[in-house]
């Protein structure tokens, strides 16, 4: 049941998105719309990824949290797949150009790598080799927001919530890490 609701979470954005362009037809700049849905989807959903841990004795998500990651990529490759196929028409010399002379871009397309990475290496084998570096998901998440905070002409009440809530989470993040290294050098000098 709560797998039904992941993932009917989840893909409630994409769905909705299908409808407004193809039903409803009433989207003025599909393009920007598209890198709206999918960009803020993408970062909602990682940023909850990462505070699974912290809520797991109110509501246990921790069976999920691979897979509640990966939903997180699949609308990233959305926006990636935007940016090459709409709003580059696949011109290879456009996208290095933006990637090489937009700051906010490259910072986006490093995220993006990171979290390829993270994709890749989450199988059950790859991850016991690879499992270290998945804490390159907090500089993910934090290159994503400058990413969209350059983005924007001026951030709204929302995104000023966000951000704070960002601050709360890594904050809690880092207390939780370092209880866990208190409690391991305890039991080794014990
Ligand atoms: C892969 C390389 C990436 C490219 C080329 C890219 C491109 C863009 C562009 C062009 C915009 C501005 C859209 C506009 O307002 O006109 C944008 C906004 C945004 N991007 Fe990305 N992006 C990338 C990676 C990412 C990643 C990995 C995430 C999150 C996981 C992300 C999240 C966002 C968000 C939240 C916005 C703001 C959307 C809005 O409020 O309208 N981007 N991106």
Known sequence: MKRFFIYLTAFSPIVYLLIRLFIFDDVNDPIKYIYTITGVSAT???FFSITISLIKEKINLMKYRKEIGLLGFFY???HLTNFVVFDASFDIEFILKETVEKPFIYLGMIAFFIL???GITSSK???RKYNKYHKF???ALILITIHWTMAQKSLTIIQYI???FIIMVIYYKLKQ???RYNIFTNLLTK
Do not use: K
Request: proline fraction near 0%; hydrophobic fraction near 75%; avoid cysteine.
């Open 162 to 164: 966000y951000m704070i």
């Open 76 to 78: 990233a490759f959305l």
């Open 116 to 118: 390829l990475f993270m």
């Open 137 to 139: 998901v907090y500089l």
């Open 125 to 127: 084998q790859l991850f």
């Open 177 to 179: 890490q370092e209880l």
């Open 44 to 46: 909602v959903i990682l």
